[in-house]
């Protein structure tokens, strides 16, 4: 069973918008790091954004004033994507980092196109 549940991906025209969410399958407060990768084809995985618990966050440069990541209270992250391009196009993995251990979702596409 995934520790990861991601939702939110989908066909967006380029200046579009689109919001990813992941949810832990059990509640984590502390020492972990949890965010967002991609992976086009062709392409290695690449850091979009993450958040640790302690609220420091990190974004890769290419979405750096685009995308923003937030989390609720509970286990959810949350990714809201603007002004997206056709370079943002690829699968997108929610990761998670707790106590040594690495977890990775299912992947959900996001393509941008007109």
């Known amino acids: 069973q995934s520790q990861l549940t991601e939702s939110g991906g989908g066909l967006v025209q380029p200046g579009g918008s689109l919001r990813l969410s992941c949810t832990k399958s059990?509640?984590?407060?502390?020492?972990?790091?949890m965010g967002w990768y991609r992976q086009a084809p062709g392409n290695q995985r690449e850091l979009v954004a993450t958040i640790a618990s302690g609220g420091m966050i990190n974004y890769g440069n290419s979405v750096k004033g685009r995308f923003a990541i937030s989390r609720d209270t509970a286990n959810t992250v949350y990714l809201q994507m603007n002004n997206l391009k056709p370079e943002d196009t690829a699968v997108y993995y929610c990761?998670?980092?707790?106590?040594?251990?690495?977890?990775w979702g299912q992947g959900t596409q996001v393509t941008v196109s007109s």
């Open positions: 059990r509640i984590i407060t502390d020492f972990y790091r």
């Open positions: 990761n998670l980092v707790h106590l040594g251990n690495t977890y």
